[in-house]
């Protein structure tokens, strides 16, 4: 085991950086790099030359720029015999590096054995305007070349010089001095921040009702007919026809995950199965999904025979047979009314439907700025010495994002800003840092992983509207020999609130979009559809360029959190007994009470009971009454910094390495031998169900817990101002009439009951739980 660190170390730190150059303000609605540390910054924009000589025995060049300033130098492509270039690339240096007093940008002839010098351009570094957006770009300008005895001639060269900020618009595009040692613009563009958008997921209802007229080899046997269906690597069966018939009926259900551009058919295949692991098709149909219909409610599409083909393999190819009668009934839809979940429900960040045509309108805007890490631990070795390479990803509903490579260093800075729309404030933010292990051009990419350094999710209902948090946040990473403390992040987040009211609002609906509520999806088909939805999304996003790898997907969406571990079993067993801690505190008192343990106490106790009971009308007033001076009381405790990874409450300090192993063991087992792996995987696959129930519990009763804690300060304001608003009401109307009032309306008729949650139950299950810091 790990010596460990003391537990301050593993602490949210607050602090007071220098933001947007000390004019942060709280009022705007759009990005304005106000979030994040100025860098200042050399750009040189070397645009195109024209009258170059030949430096060559044809009389032609192949030139190229060379951007030099002190030890720093950068290079544009090189053009084959040709005198008027045109290049078009920035080279950005960063100040706090500079030690020189010139500028030198030389224009020179490619040559095999060595290059030849053609001319050059000289800026005194104090004579370098300033720039600062939103001025309009620096327009650039002709330069006539000298030789190295500074003379002039004929060739010019076009460039644009300035003094910026990352704010700058040629920033993302720029050669950074920062990566001189990167070679090779493949390794250039893995290193760029980049932003990705995950891929329109739909959810693919395929209802199978019957078939008809099938016709199988053998007629003298009754047929075990099944729907084998497919739409990419997602197969799905039907279980056999009970009929056992040449016309079976299913009427069952398939539920597969769609994305967009739907580049793949659906295919069905009706089968009979003749023996164990044999089967024979009896029909095969392909359906192009930008043929289905598309629902955005619970009103049923209309159903649709299809033909069935029968496929004989003739020299390689497939030749349909005419003639063929048998056909198929189903009930086929592109489900727009469902949010496709790719994310923990706990932490999600996007609750929308499919369908664009639901949305409702935002709510406000969330600002992240990426300020720096501290502290980061070498994660390869490079020359004989440690190094880290590491970059930034924040994920927001279906917006991804990757900060700039800072390239070999444990204090990176990045000082980046990024800006989402909030539709909901119950959602997360997820951010994690990684080490780039691709900076080397013709790597292979099935190769090295870019490393885990850690992450952090901060809920939105947990920030005070327009409020700026910079806090240092501990990056940790559970490992096979125990949690490891990889460094500190720095993060500036500000949500700003668009409507106070809509966002209110917000908290009396329901969490997911009606569709999961009218025809809910079992607890199974969740589990296989969000499996399968991460995978689309890791593949999709993984083939960008430059990719975001799938290592690093997975991990921000918490693959393979829901597995079998003793130690979050443990963890979420403390926190049961947390929350029901409070319950066993009154009852211990109330024992007390009965035993007389402080009698004055007791007196007080009889007396207060003898009242309640001559003036039952007083019973709710008082007890919201009570809840609302708690209420009240708390909000000086109330918590000032988001909730971070904790440690403790992850029980991850305590884990001893027999459960870590158990923890990071693959799945199938890789232990010996075939009968204990058999039983070992079972255990952990029926646990992991019971580990998710014990999790659930302990939500519902943290949720409860935070009514009062001004941990979400919006829903306790809500709830406390509800407390003091039942306390008047209750007060001035009978309790009889209330009794009455809450009795029918509990046992009202059935037809006076709707799907939909109530306003309560939707409150509540807003409220935030203690699940954003389980690491």
Request: aromatic letters at 10%; one cysteine or more; charged letters at 25%.
């Amino acid at each position: 085991m790990m010596q460990k660190p003391p537990q301050d170390d593993f602490l949210l730190k607050e602090t007071k950086p220098h933001l947007g150059g000390g004019k942060i303000t709280g009022d705007k609605l759009s990005s304005t790099y106000d979030l994040v540390e100025q860098m200042q910054y050399l750009y040189v924009r070397v645009v195109k030359a024209k009258d170059l000589p030949g430096k060559d025995v044809t009389g032609s060049c192949d030139p190229y720029a060379e951007v030099k300033l002190g030890n720093y130098r950068g290079t544009t492509r090189h053009f084959e015999k040709k005198s008027n270039p045109e290049w078009n690339q920035v080279f950005a240096f960063s100040k706090e590096r500079i030690q020189a007093s010139m500028l030198e940008v030389t224009v020179k002839d490619k040559d095999l054995v060595k290059d030849d010098f053609i001319g050059r351009v000289l800026f005194d570094m104090n004579e370098i305007p300033k720039r600062v957006p939103p001025d309009s770009p620096l327009a650039p300008q002709w330069y006539r070349l000298e030789d190295r005895k500074g003379e002039k001639f004929k060739g010019e060269l076009m460039l644009a010089v300035w003094m910026g900020t990352q704010a700058d618009e040629a920033f993302p595009e720029a050669w950074h001095s920062d990566a001189a040692t990167v070679g090779g613009s493949d390794s250039l563009s893995n290193i760029r921040s980049k932003v990705y958008l995950s891929p329109k997921l739909w959810y693919l209802r395929v209802n199978v009702i019957e078939a008809q007229d099938l016709v199988p080899s053998d007629k003298g046997r009754y047929p075990e007919v099944y729907v084998k269906a497919i739409l990419g690597h997602q197969v799905l069966r039907t279980r056999v026809s009970p009929s056992r018939s040449i016309n079976p009926m299913w009427n069952e259900d398939l539920m597969f995950v769609a994305s967009e551009p739907f580049d793949e058919p659906l295919i069905l295949s009706v089968e009979d199965r003749i023996a164990s692991g044999k089967d024979e098709v009896l029909g095969i149909c392909a359906i192009p999904m930008h043929q289905i219909d598309r629902r955005f409610d619970h009103v049923p599409v209309n159903t649709k025979w299809h033909n069935l083909e029968k496929h004989v393999v003739l020299e390689g190819e497939k030749k349909k047979e005419l003639k063929f009668a048998s056909r198929i009934h189903m009930r086929i839809c592109l489900e727009g009314g469902y949010h496709v979940l790719d994310e923990s429900t706990h932490y999600s960040s996007d609750l929308r439907p499919t369908a664009k045509q639901l949305w409702k309108h935002s709510i406000g805007v969330l600002e992240l700025g990426i300020l720096s890490a501290q502290g980061l631990m070498p994660m390869k070795t490079k020359d004989g010495r440690g190094t880290t390479d590491a970059y930034c990803v924040a994920k927001y509903g279906q917006k991804w994002v990757r900060t700039r490579t800072i390239i070999d260093s444990f204090t990176p800075k990045w000082n980046e800003q990024y800006t989402w729309e909030v539709f909901d404030p119950c959602t997360v933010i997820t951010i994690g840092v990684f080490d780039n292990c691709h900076l080397h051009e013709g790597e292979n990419p099935g190769g090295p992983r870019d490393s885990r350094i850690g992450k952090v999710r901060i809920r939105l209902s947990t920030l005070e509207s327009e409020r700026v948090y910079t806090h240092s946040y501990p990056l940790l990473v559970l490992h096979h020999n125990g949690v490891k403390k990889m460094g500190e992040i720095h993060l500036a987040v500000r949500f700003t609130c668009s409507s106070l009211v809509n966002m209110m609002h917000m908290y009396s609906i329901p969490l997911l979009p009606k569709m999961h509520y009218i025809h809910p999806l079992t607890v199974s088909q969740l589990d296989n559809l969000r499996h399968h939805a991460t995978m689309i999304v890791s593949l999709r996003l993984s083939r960008s360029e430059p990719p975001l790898r799938k290592e690093v997907v997975e991990y921000m969406l918490d693959v393979g959190s829901h597995m079998w571990s003793m130690r979050r079993s443990k963890a979420n067993f403390f926190r049961i007994m947390n929350v029901f801690g409070g319950l066993i505190a009154i009852g211990k008192w109330f024992d007390q009470i009965c035993n007389w343990k402080n009698p004055i106490t007791t007196l007080l106790i009889h007396i207060l009971f003898i009242i309640l009971v001559l003036y039952p009308e007083l019973i709710l007033p008082t007890i919201f009454l009570y809840l609302f001076l708690i209420g009240l009381w708390y909000y000086r405790w109330r918590p000032r910094h988001p909730p971070h990874m904790d440690t403790r409450l992850s029980h991850a300090e305590s884990a001893n390495p027999d459960e870590l192993d158990e923890e990071f063991d693959s799945f199938p087992s890789s232990r010996p031998p075939d009968i204990v792996r058999m039983r070992y995987d079972r255990l952990r696959s029926i646990a992991g169900k019971i580990q998710t129930v014990v999790g659930d519990l302990a939500t519902q009763g943290e949720r409860l817990q935070s009514l009062l804690s001004w941990r979400d300060p919006r829903a306790t304001a809500l709830f406390v101002l509800f407390c003091l608003i039942a306390a008047v009401v209750l007060y001035i109307t009978p309790f009889q009439l209330v009794a009455l009032l809450t009795g029918i309306y509990v046992l009202r008729h059935p037809r006076f009951r709707y799907k939909l949650p109530s306003v309560p139950l939707n409150f509540f299950r807003r409220l935030p739980a203690r699940t954003d810091s389980m690491l």
